[in-house]
């Protein structure tokens, strides 16, 4: 396979203006996560150049990352509510983003050495499995952002009913349905990529989602000052101030996940809005940082995970150092 052809099935092209290396959602994009070398493109856009070691090495390291968040949390039983199956989730969309990362650098790393030989039919299968892969890490993502922000204004104004409202039952079905919902969209999505109304819902998603969320967050931290006077008055403070840092954890990880996938969104907008600007194009140009943000956000959050919280921390330094142990 040369690389003209590699290219073409990992690159984007929009109207016939090609556009390495990019999740293709419009018109001909291809939806991809990993990287080429950049240069100069047909449009004469120049693509920022960034070796496919550093997406295999981030990508690694993120997918470690989240294997412990999981293991950890389905190791400790502590860590067994629903929250953290929110949580838990969260970490499997962020998975989702690193092993299609990790899986493609491979893949392409193995045709430039001339050590795999696939038909265009396989590279565009591998294609599209990666591509559905992303969509819905990025749709799930959102959905348990949300989800953990209901959870979290749940427990912080309805404190005393929160385990009949949020059983257990309720969080699998609600975990159910989430991914459900991102498999079946992010397949119709891949389906009709070159639907522009397809892309537009994915935008408005992303933007509901974030209002939905902020407004939760906005109401909880106006009233909470108030609301905690009648928890302490039931000798609850203890768990009112849990709930708090449940919902500031929530919103470094919504402000990072904003950081990390605002520029694709925009990306998308531009599309929308105007394909064949010099100034839009001047942006598309920098799609490969875009890809280095999505694979930052997955490795970032564990990160977060561990920080913000006392007993995910502990059981994670467990697991480490058992793991140490065992080598040595």
């Known amino acids: ?35 080429t070398l950049g240069d100069m493109n047909a449009t004469g856009i120049s693509q920022i150049m960034i070796p496919q070691e550093l997406f295999l090495v981030l990508g690694l390291i993120s997918l470690v990352e989240n294997i412990l968040v999981v293991v950890a949390i389905i190791k400790n039983r502590n860590l067994h ?43 565009q299968h591998l294609d599209n499995v990666i591509d559905i892969m992303i969509c819905s890490s990025v749709v799930s993502s959102l959905s348990f952002l949300c989800t953990i922000a209901a959870d979290r204004y749940i427990t912080i104004f309805y404190a005393l009913r929160y385990h009949s409202i949020m059983t257990t039952r309720r969080a699998v079905a609600i975990i159910a349905v989430v991914w459900l919902t991102s498999i079946t969209s992010s397949s119709l999505f891949i389906v009709h990529h070159t639907n522009s ?7 408005s998603f992303f933007g509901v989602a974030l209002v939905f969320t902020a407004a939760l967050y906005l109401h909880m931290f106006i009233l909470a000052h108030v609301h905690s006077r009648r928890i302490r008055a039931l000798h609850k403070s203890r768990r009112q101030a849990t709930s708090m840092k449940g919902a500031i954890t929530l919103t470094i990880l919504l402000g990072v996940f904003i950081i990390c996938w605002g520029p694709f969104f925009l990306h998308l907008i531009l599309i929308l809005i105007c394909p064949t600007n010099p100034y839009c194009q001047c942006y598309f140009g920098h799609f490969n940082l875009f890809l280095i943000l999505f694979i930052c956000n997955s490795l970032i959050d ?5 920080y913000r919280s006392q007993e995910l921390r502990k ?14």
């Open 1 to 35: 396979m040369n690389d003209s052809l590699l290219r073409h099935h990992f690159g984007i092209t929009h109207m016939d203006h090609s556009v390495q290396h990019s999740y293709t959602i419009d018109t001909n994009i291809t939806f991809t996560s990993n990287v």
């Open 81 to 123: 509510s629903p929250m953290y199956y929110f949580i838990c989730c969260l970490a499997v969309s962020d998975m989702l983003v690193s092993v299609s990362n990790v899986v493609e650098t491979l893949f392409m790393l193995l045709m430039e050495q001339g050590l795999l030989l696939v038909t265009a039919q396989m590279l």
């Open 197 to 203: 109304a397809v892309i537009a819902c994915f935008v």
């Open 302 to 306: 564990p990160l977060i995970y561990a």
């Open 315 to 328: 059981t994670l330094k467990e697991i480490v150092f058992c793991s140490w142990c065992i080598v040595m």
